[in-house]
DNA sequence: TCTGGGGTCCTAGGACCC
DNA sequence: TCTGGGGTCCTAGGACCC
């Protein structure tokens, strides 16, 4: 059996636990530079915000029903996110952490009766000790627990907690399920399936192997399989190692020449290098890339890559800067109005473990740029990101993404801890 | 005017091997 | 006249997830 613990409205959850007064209100959280809604309180969902609008476009809704607006804030969310998985895994002896707001939790070692009172229990120490809010799905497939959590989100006589533990049960939520909204099924597929007469998922588990299978491809089978109570997915708690490490925004203002590109770029490099120390990877390819955006019609659309191999793999800023600013410059052109760039690391393998080349330079000047990178990364731990910095970063950064509305770092600088009144 | 960012995996087709 | 079968690797594009 598996238990699916999710956030309730995980970003907009993290801004209320340290502001009271935002409860009951409409609350929203933007995606980067303040483009899109991610996150939406119920009261927001209810006057008709969608996931994934632009902000632009909902303004006036927002200014009408007086909805609250934040900048989305990471450092916070990941913060919260990392206390609430610690919670959780005192629960179970296995957890996979599946998102930044998401569980499933090993319950096969539970008899039956045991199971919704865990789960009431989980409720209410995550509540407890962090202020969020989870809502909790049991059944025996990942996919039906992912379900089950569905239901109890959706139905408030849950209590915030669903098992699907008779087949009657699982019926009835399947015959009211839309196919887009099963694990694993998104838009396309479920018109794929719609074309075919599949609505629901009650549908899908009654169709032919061979037409899902034609439809679907294997994992639309497994899906399938998994609705119909056969585990295919096993609990992940050990997840393979990334295959890749990705930096890119989108910018402020309008960006068009090659000086601000190569500070956005020295800063994404900076950013997903740090990241990669981090994790104990160092990088055998990079890729540069540059877009200017489908929205604006009027202007002239162009997208670029450029990628090269890093030899010998290396994760060090300095370094890597070395490769990504040639790249650019190869892929830049004039005359267009970009609006975001961003780089990508890929042929990952593990630090110290670089396959190192007949005629590389001298090893002491790779430990050198390593034990640089190491200090780097001490110096902004402790007096905050940014700190240091490499000049091709940029010092006024005017092209930096707009985060109008940012709530503190309330758990992460001392400056701005949250007081108590 | 203003539209996010970071991932993984599958599939089909082409090139190649014996 | 009749032209097989089995495999790998790479890539681009498409699908999904949060």
């Known amino acids: 059996m598996f238990a699916l613990v999710d956030c309730n409205n995980f970003y907009v959850s993290c801004e209320r636990a340290f502001d009271p007064k935002l409860e ?15 996150a939406r309180s119920e009261e927001a969902k209810a006057i008709g915000i969608g996931m994934g609008n632009p902000f632009f476009q ?51 070692h539970l008899k039956s009766g045991r199971m919704e009172p865990l789960a009431c229990e989980i409720r209410k120490r995550v509540g407890q000790w962090t202020g969020i809010p989870v809502s909790i799905g049991i059944a025996k497939t990942k996919t039906l627990a992912k379900l089950a959590n569905r239901t109890a989100k959706k139905n408030p006589l849950s209590g915030g907690v669903f098992l699907f533990d008779n ?16 694990w694993g099924i ?45 585990p295919c997915i096993k609990l992940d708690d050990a997840p393979a190692q990334r295959k890749s490490v990705c930096c890119s925004r989108s910018f402020g203002k309008d960006v068009s020449t090659l000086e601000d590109l190569s ?102 000047d790779l430990a050198k740029s390593c034990m640089l990178s190491e200090t780097i990364d001490s110096i902004n731990r402790r007096f905050g990101d940014g700190s240091v910095f490499y000049a091709s970063e940029g010092v006024s950064k005017s092209w930096a993404m707009a985060r109008e509305r ?16």
């Open 406 to 421: 940012c709530s503190p770092h309330y758990t992460t600088r001392w400056a701005e801890l949250p007081e108590a009144g």
């Open 167 to 182: 087949d009657e049960k699982i019926k009835a939520s399947l015959a009211k399920t839309e196919t887009a909204d099963i």
């Open 24 to 38: 009951g209100k409409p609350v929203v959280v933007l995606s980067n530079n303040d483009g899109c809604i991610v």
């Open 186 to 230: 998104g838009r396309n597929l479920s018109l794929r399936l719609k074309k075919e007469g599949i609505h629901t998922a009650l549908d899908m588990v009654n169709a032919e192997d061979s037409k899902i299978r034609r439809l679907l491809g294997i994992c639309g089978l497994r899906t399938v399989m998994e609705l119909r109570g056969t």
């Open 58 to 108: 909902v303004r006036d809704v927002i200014d009408r029903y007086d909805v609250r607006v934040f900048s989305s804030n990471y450092t916070l969310y990941g913060d919260m996110s990392n206390r609430v998985m610690s919670i959780l895994s005192e629960f179970a002896p296995e957890i996979e952490i599946y998102s930044i707001d998401e569980a499933f939790l090993d319950f096969s």
């Open 263 to 364: 500070e956005a770029v020295s800063l994404y490099t900076a950013d997903a290098a740090e990241r990669l120390r981090h994790e104990k990877l160092s990088a055998g390819l990079v890729t540069v890339f540059l877009d200017t955006g489908i929205f604006r019609k009027k202007c002239p659309y162009y997208f670029n890559s450029a990628s090269h191999e890093i030899l010998p793999p290396s994760n060090s800023t300095g370094e890597l800067i070395r490769y990504t600013l040639p790249l650019l410059k190869g892929i830049f052109r004039k005359d267009f109005i970009y609006k975001k760039a961003g780089i990508i690391f890929t042929e990952l393998v593990p630090a110290g473990a670089e396959q190192l080349g007949l005629f590389d330079r001298k090893s002491a």
